[in-house]
């Protein structure tokens, strides 16, 4: 009769369920801050692109034909892609949250506005459109939202490095985690070790048992945790496209390959976390013993 | 001309040269301790409570290092050997402990295959033989019950069948009739002279069970103020003597 060899070391006890339950959750958070990062890098490339190409010409005394005529000629200016002169109907809806519904006076002296998109790779073309302007002989101003887009930029700079820096505390905590929790595994094991010990096996070989069972416990506590992870963004995902008239500037969560990827790496990394972390407990423990 | 016989160029199976041992900043357990176990000797230690027994014992299966002095085993000293040399000695050593130190969570069976396992040899290698060492202890039947389901005696034989699954070149027991009636410690004793005798082993065993070493005639080592002294007997192998030294028991 062909029987299983049992593992020397014993099944898994309620501590070992209770790192389960810890590795699990960090590498939930660090799946779920991977994620959140990853989106916050999309996201930033997206506005920051969206801002950078976009300009803003505001026409001082001008009616819509002078604009039109603008629009025009800055259409021909070299990096522009498109240039469009603002309806009436297009700058009363701007203006409709500070003057309601009825519009502007007619006499009101309102500025034109031009929307202004440029090719991606046009150096300085806002001063080349203020000039072109200024030699046709309009007064005109042109907005480049350098200062908004700054913000932007900055904004997301701080973001990005908030996640990533939460990425790695979480890392860093779930190793320290397994590392602590290796060691006192060991320490109510250590029956188990002397008997190994005395009976004649290398440190490798009790490092090994040791890192056996941490690492499919990191693997399988990461599977949780990425799993968890990877329901709850599904379900933000789906929450978000249910209002998504009002998402406005929130990142855009997507669960694209690089996402699956994320949450496919998070457990193997947590296992190997575990298992290197055992392996470096248990020999720097038996090096204590003759 | 000299005659040269075979055991002069024996090996000590233990060589103990000068050995003290303490505990951090204690007073010494040990001080200063010679001994020589030759290899297929026979030899009890003794001493009160407390006198040092199983700390000497430690030093003997390479659980300790002495404080000073040099441990060898089979002509090794230990002092500088490196690791994984030092756990190759283990394997030549067998040790039944005290307390048996059985595994809780392995079979009768799984207990004794555990030196096995550590040396790398497959179940396919090793079933009949741990199977058979079982049987031959009287738990031919109890092979798959836990250490907890057994008596104090079948877990005392578990463990000497784990000690000697190996053949091992040093047997070494504390206090191993402890926890059983006079008739299993008899039945116990008869076991290790068997070892003794049949395979060579060197055997030594600690115990405080002064009727037990008097009806066993091998050399008696006390222990006491950590000190060493042999009580009684030669240290010549009992396994060339004529006489059964276990002749005089029940």
Not at chain 1, 180 to 194: G, K, M, P, S
Not at chain 2, 100 to 107: A, E, K, M, Q, V
Not at chain 2, 180 to 207: C, H, Q, S, W
Request: proline share 4%.
């Amino acid at each position: 009769m062909k029987t299983r060899e049992s593992s020397l070391l014993p099944l898994e006890d309620a501590r070992e369920a209770a790192l389960f339950f810890v590795v699990g959750a960090l590498c939930f958070l660090a799946a779920l801050a991977a994620l959140s990062a990853k989106s916050t890098y999309g996201a930033a490339r997206a506005w920051t692109a969206e801002v950078e190409g976009e300009f803003t010409v505001s026409l001082s005394g001008a009616d819509a034909a002078a604009a039109d005529a603008a629009a025009r000629l800055l259409a021909q200016v070299d990096g522009v892609k498109e240039a469009r002169a603002f309806s009436d109907g297009e700058i009363n809806a701007l203006l409709e949250p500070n003057f309601g519904r009825s519009g502007l006076p007619a006499d009101l002296p309102v500025p034109r506005l031009i929307a202004v998109t440029g090719e991606a790779d046009a150096d300085d073309l806002g001063a080349r459109l203020s000039t072109a302007l200024h030699e046709a002989g309009y007064d005109a101003a042109v907005d480049a939202h350098a200062e908004w887009a700054g913000d932007v930029r900055n904004m997301l700079s701080v973001s990005r490095i908030a996640a990533l820096s939460i990425v790695a505390l979480l890392s860093a905590t779930a190793i320290a985690v397994i590392a602590f929790a290796t060691h006192a595994a060991l320490l109510a094991r250590r029956d188990i070790v002397d008997v190994l010990h005395i009976a004649g096996a290398k440190d490798r070989f009790i490092a090994s048992l040791f890192e056996r069972r941490f690492w499919l416990l990191g693997l399988r506590a990461g599977t949780v945790g990425a799993l968890v992870a990877l329901a709850s963004v599904a379900i933000l995902i789906a929450l978000s496209r249910s209002g998504a008239e009002r998402t406005g500037l929130l990142p855009q969560l997507s669960l694209d390959f690089p996402d699956l990827a994320v949450l496919v790496v998070t457990p193997v990394i947590a296992g190997l976390a575990a298992r290197i972390a055992a392996g470096i407990t248990v020999m720097r423990s038996l090096r204590t013993v003759m | 001309m000299t005659q040269l016989r075979p055991d002069m160029f024996e090996e000590a199976a233990v060589r103990l040269d000068g050995v003290s041992l303490r505990y951090d900043s204690s007073e010494e357990i040990l001080s200063g301790i010679d001994l020589v176990l030759k290899p297929g000797s026979f030899s009890f230690l003794t001493g009160a409570s407390g006198a040092g027994k199983s700390s000497l014992l430690k030093l003997l299966y390479l659980a300790q290092p002495p404080s000073r002095g040099e441990v060898s085993l089979f002509g090794r000293p230990t002092s500088r050997l490196p690791r994984d040399q030092l756990s190759a000695l283990r394997r030549r050593v067998g040790v039944v402990f005290q307390e048996f130190r059985l595994l809780g969570h392995l079979t009768a069976y799984e207990n004794v295959a555990l030196p096995l396992r550590v040396m790398g040899r497959k179940e396919t290698q090793y079933r009949r033989d741990v199977e058979e060492l079982l049987s031959w202890v009287g738990l031919g039947e109890r092979l798959h019950k836990r250490p907890e389901t057994l008596s104090g005696g079948e877990q005392q034989r578990v463990a000497i069948a784990r000690a000697v699954v190996t053949q091992p070149n040093l047997l070494i027991a504390d206090e191993p009739t402890g926890n059983v009636d006079p008739d299993m410690a008899a039945r116990l004793m008869r076991l290790f002279f068997e070892l003794n005798k049949r395979l060579g082993t060197t055997v030594i065993i600690a115990t405080h069970d002064l009727g037990l070493i008097r009806q066993i005639d091998a050399p008696v080592f006390r222990l006491a103020d950590g000190l060493l002294v042999q009580e009684s007997g030669a240290t010549t192998p009992t396994a060339r003597r004529r006489t059964d030294p276990l002749k005089a028991m029940p």
